[in-house]
């Protein structure tokens, strides 16, 4: 097989995309530290359970809607029970399944954390680009999330009430 070499501008483009993949979770992993004593997959773990149903889901659906495996999450949602932030409870519809639950203080901590989350989210992301970027960042997550979720399974869960973005 022959190797498809990126050329230049595919290279610079890529180098600067790893660059982004690399320090956005770090930075996005530091303000919520500093502001709240969460980790960044924590807070999504809190802000998921947040915005389901009775603040509850089996534990596999909230594996999914977080891409965690099952003992990532299991050890996190554990972590987030000794700091009373949730708790876990047999599935009352399936013995075999537990279930998480955003408890009040859980609540407290996602409303308290979201405003400095979303203002730094804002300010390392969308302020850098304009209206148009925007789109255009839309489209292209949505085509390489095509390639590495080929099912659509997390595209689903993020937005189930969206296509993706039109061009």
Not at 9 to 29: C, I, K, S, T
Not at 36 to 59: C, I, K, N, Q, W
Request: hydrophobic share 45%.
């Amino acid at each position: 097989m022959t190797t498809r070499w990126l050329d230049p501008g595919e290279r610079a483009a890529w180098l600067r995309f790893e660059a982004v993949m690399e320090l956005l979770p770090a930075a996005l992993d530091s303000q919520l530290r500093r502001d709240a004593g969460l980790s960044h997959f924590d807070y999504v773990v809190l802000a998921m359970l947040s915005e389901a149903p009775e603040r509850t889901l089996r534990m596999t659906a909230l594996a999914q809607r977080t891409s965690a495996t099952l003992p990532r999450l299991s050890h996190v949602v554990h972590k987030l029970e000794g700091r009373g932030l949730v708790e876990r409870f047999p599935c009352p519809e399936d013995g075999r399944a537990t279930n998480a639950r955003l408890t009040s203080a859980g609540w407290d901590m996602v409303v308290q954390t979201a405003p400095g989350h979303v203002e730094t989210v804002r300010h390392l992301v969308f302020d850098a680009l304009t209206p148009t970027q925007v789109r255009q960042l839309a489209r292209i997550s949505d085509a390489m999330l095509g390639r590495l979720d080929p099912g659509g399974r997390v595209r689903a869960l993020l937005e189930p009430d969206q296509a993706p973005v039109a061009e």
